[in-house]
């Protein structure tokens, strides 16, 4: 079992920056694939990034590459997700999941997050 927990969403203007942070705890955390994922009020979860925690396998949906950034702290145990340059689009519930694949899909992702808000303002 593993579990995980969100933290750093809120409110931001469009252009601005949040940071979230993903706590991962239990049995063989870091040998899992952390990744992002968000939905959005009526609209289907969609794969935001991932990331090995070895540091390996990174992509990113293309709505977000050059803005989003992930990463982890191995000893922290946490991953991140450093957004810029955020627009009213990327409004929704984000979720961290953890996973065996690198896949985009939240299917292959096991382990899952109470999710945290991010709403961006125009």
């Known amino acids: 079992q593993v579990q995980l927990v969100e933290s750093g969403g809120g409110l931001v203007q469009a252009g601005g920056s949040l940071r979230l942070s993903c706590a991962a705890s239990g049995r063989s955390a870091s040998s899992y694939v952390m990744g992002w994922f968000r939905q959005a009020p009526g609209k289907e979860r969609e794969f935001v990034a991932r990331?090995?925690?070895?540091?390996?396998?990174?992509d990113y949906a293309d709505s977000v590459k050059g803005r989003f950034t992930i990463s982890r702290d191995n000893a922290k145990n946490t991953a991140y997700l450093q957004m810029n340059s955020l627009k009213p689009e990327d409004t929704a519930v984000y979720y961290c999941?953890?996973?065996?694949?690198?896949?985009?899909?939240?299917?292959?992702?096991?382990?899952w997050g109470q999710g945290t808000q991010v709403t961006v303002s125009s």
């Open positions: 990331i090995r925690w070895s540091g390996g396998s990174i």
């Open positions: 999941a953890a996973g065996y694949q690198p896949a985009n899909s939240a299917s292959y992702y096991s382990y």
